[in-house]
């Protein structure tokens, strides 16, 4: 038996914590230096300790700097995208995630908000996180909550999950104000590519302790079993309609029957 939980669900079960609401824009919480430096200093599980690339890139260097929400420059989400792509890659549409995790619905650019959640939840790399998706549209620091979250990725690959939401979309993103935001910041649309290539990549699902089903939309007709998402060819755009688009769309209605 498998229990399911979308992206703006909250519950609370036995070993899991499921931190989410509609994350206000009035919150005005900033993370205290003892937690920036905790999150940048490292774990025993990392796929980067400190790792200065080609270009000079230093992931801890720019994770101190996510986490005082300072704008990085161009070079650097290059680097940090490159590299989340490259661990993306590896994941399944399904992933298995272990509990004890903390899990986290929409974010949608509320920096702050996404800041008191680790301060509740506990820093990375001591507490798991999954994200359900919707990192992106509507708040004001949709560029900072992104870069963190894939910084945090590179560096941490096993303590952090991130799915794929509805607005990690190219069409999405263009309407709801990331695409805009990336405009205003950067002066040109290479960084909104930069991350709406690598949102092709996120796992569309996950599966807790091999009990707890979760995504960001919900279930579809034309998926039967959980081998069914596997199957599906999940690196391009969201689709308009079929299983990928159900699968981040299709929000469960506890009034209704069926499939509508």
């Known amino acids: 038996r498998i229990e399911m939980f979308g992206g703006g669900g909250r519950s609370s079960l036995p070993g899991l914590q499921l931190d989410v609401s509609d994350p206000s824009p009035e919150a005005s919480v900033t993370a205290s230096p003892k937690a920036h430096s905790a999150m940048a200093a490292g774990g025993s599980t990392t796929a980067v300790r400190g ?51 903390t899990v986290c619905g929409d974010i949608h650019g509320q920096f702050n908000d996404m800041i008191e959640l680790f301060q509740i939840g506990g820093v990375v790399p001591d507490t798991n996180y999954l994200f359900l998706g919707d990192y992106v549209d509507r708040g004001l620091h949709s560029v900072e909550v992104v870069t963190l979250l894939l910084a945090l990725k590179v560096k941490h690959p096993q303590r952090i999950t991130m799915l794929r939401g509805n607005h990690e979309s190219r069409q999405i993103t263009q309407v709801y104000g990331f695409y805009d935001e990336v405009l205003k910041k950067y002066g040109n649309v290479n960084v909104w590519k930069m991350f709406t290539d690598v949102f092709d990549y996120l796992p569309l699902a996950a599966v807790i302790g091999g009990t707890h089903f979760c995504l960001h939309g919900g279930l579809s007709p034309s998926l039967d079993t959980i081998d069914h998402i596997h199957d599906l060819e999940r690196v391009h755009e969201v689709p308009m309609m079929g299983p990928m688009c159900d699968l981040l769309w299709s929000d469960p209605d506890e009034w209704g029957e069926g499939w509508n």
């Open 51 to 101: 790792d200065v690339g080609a270009a000079g890139m230093d992931v801890d260097e720019h994770i101190a700097k996510l986490f005082r929400c300072e704008t990085i420059p161009e070079t650097a989400i290059r680097w940090i995208c490159d590299k989340a792509r490259e661990v993306l890659t590896d994941e399944p549409n399904v992933v298995s995630v272990q509990a004890p995790v």
